[in-house]
């Protein structure tokens, strides 16, 4: 089981950025998929983006156009740009991953095994 470490949360105003990683225990070899969560009180937990092993990736109508992940070259981290943020975005954020047999496709279902403990995401004024 991989332990993934969540970091780059924090306080930004609207319209601002930030970039959060994902940074794994070891190698993410193939058919490993990483997704990104995130949580606000009271609402469900949902899926932004994920990125397959082969690459391919997937994003939430809510993030589609500001959000972008992608893959570090060291392959055992994975980077969550998230700009002209807004308040709404205001959440816990996770990674999570697992492994997949289909390298062409990940899921934002939260039916990953290993998750990380989740880093704070504040955007106000």
């Known amino acids: 089981q991989l332990q993934l470490v969540e970091s780059g949360g924090g306080l930004v105003q609207p319209g601002g950025s930030l970039r959060l990683a994902c940074v794994a225990s070891e190698f993410i070899s193939h058919y490993y998929d990483i997704g990104w969560f995130r949580q606000a009180p009271v609402k469900e937990r949902e899926g932004i983006p994920c990125?397959?092993?082969?690459?391919?990736?997937k994003y939430a109508y809510s993030v589609k156009g500001r959000f972008t992940i992608s893959k570090a070259s060291s392959r055992n981290t994975v980077y969550l740009q998230m700009d002209s943020l807004k308040p709404e975005d205001t959440a816990v954020h996770y990674c999570a991953g697992d492994w997949r047999a289909e390298p062409s496709m990940c899921t934002l279902f939260p039916r990953y095994r290993d998750w990380g403990q989740g880093t704070q995401v504040t955007v106000a004024p």
């Open positions: 990125i397959s092993s082969g690459g391919a990736t």
